[in-house]
């Protein structure tokens, strides 16, 4: 059965701190991995990444995958109020499906 | 704004009833997924559509039902409902003109609670 575990489940930090999230899944005919952030309602797309070791970035936000390890981390650096929020990891397999983590939960404090 | 358009956003009613959810994909999506999240969980796959063909399937109870028309939207039907089924059900669409890109677009959700 697909399986994805997310960690840490919850983590308050300071403005400014750097955060890891972590990801690892086993995904049967695994296709590609998805960081979403939800906040209020509708889970909005971050990153997409589908090769190992080539990390994507977007502003203070990088990510990366392994695909040997099967694991995928989502750094933030320079925490912002704003980037509370819960991250979601999202595995996809052949059918196109997406198979989310239970997520991390982000409440960065002034 | 995805561009993927869910009614009705909020729905109460009791058990033993029976809901439709609605949902418009993005112009030109061809994919319709729906995900259930309960509180304080993760979102959970419940069906994928392709062009009004069922692609994939989730843990969907049987007491729930979808369908993609050929207009492209879906519509997820749940009957004889229980405290349980409260939750929030995402609509989500991919896959412009069969094209895989990978990412699904999700809509505002539709909040179900049963008394």
């Known amino acids: 059965e697909d399986k994805v575990v997310q960690s840490p489940l919850s983590l308050v930090v300071h403005e400014g701190d750097t955060v890891t999230l972590n990801c690892s899944y086993e995904v049967t005919n695994f296709r590609s991995l998805l960081w979403y952030k939800q906040e209020k309602k509708a889970p909005t797309f971050l990153f997409m990444l589908?090769?190992?070791?080539i990390e994507k970035k977007s502003g203070r936000l990088s990510s990366i995958l392994d695909k040997k390890e099967l694991f995928s981390i989502l750094n933030i650096t320079a925490t912002q109020t704003g980037d509370s929020a819960i991250y979601l990891c999202?595995?996809?397999?052949?059918?196109?499906?997406?198979?989310f983590g239970s997520g991390t939960r982000l409440l960065v404090r002034p | 704004d995805s561009g993927v358009t869910q009614t009705p956003k909020h729905l109460i009613t009791a058990t033993g009833q029976r809901v439709t959810l609605r949902c418009s994909p993005r112009?030109?999506?061809?994919?319709v997924y729906w995900y259930q999240q309960s509180l304080d969980q993760g979102l959970q796959f419940l069906i994928q559509?392709?062009?009004?063909?069922?692609?994939a399937k989730g843990n969907i109870l049987e007491r729930f039902s979808a369908q993609q028309f050929p207009d492209l939207h879906s519509e997820l039907n749940l009957s004889s409902l229980e405290l349980g089924d409260s939750a929030l059900y995402f609509c989500?669409?991919?896959?412009?003109?069969?094209?895989?890109?990978?990412?699904?677009?999700f809509g505002e959700g539709s909040r179900l609670t049963v008394l």
């Open positions: 559509y392709y062009n009004g063909e069922e692609r």
């Open positions: 989500a669409s991919s896959e412009p003109g069969g094209r895989y890109t990978g990412e699904l677009f």
């Open positions: 589908t090769s190992s070791g």
């Open positions: 112009s030109g999506d061809l994919s």
């Open positions: 999202a595995p996809g397999d052949s059918s196109y499906k997406l198979i």
